[in-house]
C-alpha cells in the first residue's frame, strides 16, 4: 500500500458558485448537461489554477484561513 | 515557515483559503468562486504542513465542522406567503446584531466558508449589514434570499459585501399570487433590476408546487431575459405554514420525474444556470446520472449535520432548517462538538445504516435518504426513508400488494 505522504495530489469533487437560500443546499446540475468530459476538463483547469500560483506577495495577506 | 508559504501562496489565488479534513481539505477559492475538495497529495504539493487529521491511512468521509451554515435573523416579516416554512410573522423576535462578532468568530474558528442569511425578511432587519459586514471581515461570504420588499435603490447599494442574492419569485404574471398568496410579481421584479443596477450578483429562488410546475417554462424565460446569475428551483416542504396544504400543493410523481429531463433541456436551451435544492436530489438520482459526475460536481442530497449547519432566530442550532435544534450551546457544538454530537452524527450517518430500500439504493451514498422534513412529516421520524422518492414509494407499493 502506498504511504499517505505518496498520495497522488488529485481535485476530488467542485463546488461552483454561492447558495443564498438559506434552507437547503443548491445542486448544480447544470453540470450533467457536461458530463464526464467536463470533469476532465475542470479537474485539469483547478488542478493547474492551484498548482500555479502566482509567486507569493511581498508580504503575508489576509484571506487563508489555514 | 512552510505554513506562512502556504498562507501566501493561497491567498495569492485570489484570495483562497484552506480547511484541512481527514481526507485532504477544502480550499475555497473567490474567483471562480468555488469550494475545491482536495486529497492530502495535493495539499502537501501546495506546501500544507502535516495535519493530525491525516494520521488515518483510512480517512472519513464527514466534515469536521459545517462548511455552509444557514442563519434564519429573525421570523419577522409582512410578506404572509401562503407556503412560508418558517411561519413568518410581522412581529417576531429577531437576532441582536450586537452579538454579531461573537457570533462571527465562532464561525471563523470553525472554518465555515458560507453563510446564507434567512428570515422572514433578512433584508429588512436593521442588524443585516452589521452581521454581513462581520463575516466578511473574517472571510465568510454572507448571501441571502430576499422577497423584494426592502429593496429600495438606496439599500441595494449598500449590499456590497453580499456575494449574492437572490429573490424569490415562484412564478411571473399572475401565476406568482396564485403561489404566494398576494401579486407582489412587480415589486419583486423592480428589486431584481435595482439589485443588478447596484451590481449584485442576483439569483432566483423558486418553490416549486403542482400548480406552479407548468409555469416554470415562463419563469426560466424571464430568468434568461433578465440575466440573472442562476435560477434555484425548491421542493416545497411540510413546515410553518407551508404544512397546511402539503399534501395539494405538493408536486405530483409524474411531475416529479419530469423534472431533471424539463430543467435541464430548459437550461441547455436557454443557456441558463439551474439549481435543485438538495431534498430534490432522490428525482435526480432516479434518472440514474452518471454517478461519476454526481460525485464530482457534489449534486448531493441531505448533507444536514455534515457540510451544513443552521442557526435559528434564537440562536439555536441544527443539522438544516428544518430540524430541530441539538442539545447544547450553538458556539461549542461548532467550535468542539460538530463530530461528536450524536443528534448530528445519526443525521450523516444515515447511510451507514439506512433501512430498506435505500440500503441497496445505489445513489445512498450521494442521497442519505432523501429530505428529513419530508420523512418526519409524513412518518413521525426523521430518519425514515423520504416516503416521496420514487424508489421507496414502488418499495412501499409493493409491500402493500404483498401484505393483501
Given at each position: 500500500m502506498k504511504s499517505p505522504a505518496a498520495e497522488r495530489p488529485r481535485v476530488l469533487s467542485v463546488r461552483f458558485g454561492f447558495n443564498p437560500n438559506s434552507s437547503s443546499l443548491g445542486i448544480d446540475i447544470s453540470f450533467l448537461l457536461v458530463g464526464l468530459g467536463g470533469v476532465s476538463v475542470i479537474t485539469a483547469a483547478l488542478s493547474a489554477w492551484l498548482s500555479a500560483a502566482p509567486p507569493p506577495p511581498p508580504s503575508p495577506g489576509g484571506g487563508a484561513a489555514s | 515557515m512552510k505554513f506562512a508559504g502556504l498562507r501566501r501562496r493561497l491567498s495569492a489565488i485570489s484570495g483562497a483559503r484552506v480547511r484541512t479534513e481527514s481526507w485532504g481539505g477544502i480550499v475555497h477559492l473567490r474567483r471562480p468562486a468555488a469550494l475545491v475538495y482536495v486529497n492530502r497529495g495535493l495539499l502537501r504539493a501546495l506546501g500544507h504542513p502535516e495535519d493530525p487529521l491525516w494520521a488515518s491511512p483510512t480517512p472519513g468521509?464527514?466534515?469536521?465542522?459545517?462548511v455552509e451554515l444557514h442563519w434564519t435573523l429573525s421570523r419577522r416579516c409582512d410578506q404572509k406567503c401562503a407556503h412560508c416554512y418558517t411561519n413568518s410573522l410581522p412581529q417576531a423576535p429577531a437576532f441582536d446584531p450586537a452579538d454579531a462578532e461573537r457570533v462571527a468568530d465562532a464561525l471563523s474558528a470553525a472554518g465555515v466558508f458560507q453563510v446564507a442569511l434567512g428570515g422572514?425578511?433578512?433584508?429588512?432587519?436593521?442588524g443585516i449589514l452589521i452581521v454581513a459586514r462581520a463575516l466578511r471581515a473574517r472571510g465568510i461570504l454572507p448571501s441571502t434570499t430576499t422577497s423584494g420588499a426592502p429593496v429600495t435603490p438606496d439599500l441595494a447599494r449598500r449590499l456590497?459585501?453580499?456575494?449574492q442574492i437572490n429573490v424569490s419569485i415562484d412564478?411571473?404574471?399572475?401565476a406568482y399570487a396564485a403561489a404566494?398568496?398576494?401579486?407582489r410579481f412587480a415589486m419583486a421584479d423592480a428589486a431584481v433590476r435595482r439589485l443588478q443596477a447596484a451590481g449584485v450578483r442576483v439569483g432566483i429562488n423558486a418553490v416549486l408546487t403542482r400548480h406552479t410546475f407548468d409555469a416554470l417554462p415562463a419563469l426560466l424565460d424571464y430568468a434568461r431575459e433578465r440575466r440573472v446569475s442562476e435560477v434555484e428551483l425548491l421542493r416545497l416542504k411540510p413546515t410553518g405554514r407551508g404544512r397546511a396544504t402539503y399534501l395539494e400543493d405538493r408536486l405530483e410523481p409524474a411531475q416529479a420525474a419530469a423534472l431533471l429531463p424539463t430543467v435541464l433541456e430548459a437550461a441547455r436551451r436557454r443557456r441558463l444556470r439551474v439549481k435543485l435544492d438538495c431534498s430534490l436530489a432522490p428525482f435526480v438520482y432516479q434518472h440514474a446520472p452518471d454517478p461519476r459526475v454526481l460525485k464530482f460536481f457534489r449534486i448531493h442530497g441531505c448533507e444536514a449535520g455534515d457540510s451544513l449547519g443552521s442557526l435559528d432566530a434564537e440562536g439555536r442550532l441544527s443539522g438544516c432548517s428544518f430540524l430541530e435544534p441539538v442539545a447544547g450551546d450553538a458556539v461549542s457544538v461548532l467550535t468542539r462538538t460538530w463530530s461528536t454530537d450524536p443528534e448530528l452524527a445519526r443525521l450523516r450517518g444515515y447511510r451507514d445504516a439506512a433501512p430498506d430500500p435505500c440500503r441497496t439504493c445505489p445513489a445512498l451514498a450521494l442521497c442519505n435518504g432523501g429530505c428529513r422534513a419530508v420523512s418526519v412529516h409524513l412518518t413521525g421520524d426523521p430518519h425514515r426513508p423520504d416516503p416521496e422518492c420514487p424508489r421507496v414509494r414502488t418499495h412501499a407499493e409493493g409491500s402493500a400488494r404483498d401484505d393483501r
Open positions: - | 468521509t464527514a466534515h469536521r465542522a459545517p422572514g425578511e433578512p433584508l429588512a432587519e436593521p456590497g459585501d453580499f456575494a412564478a411571473v404574471g399572475p404566494r398568496g398576494h401579486d
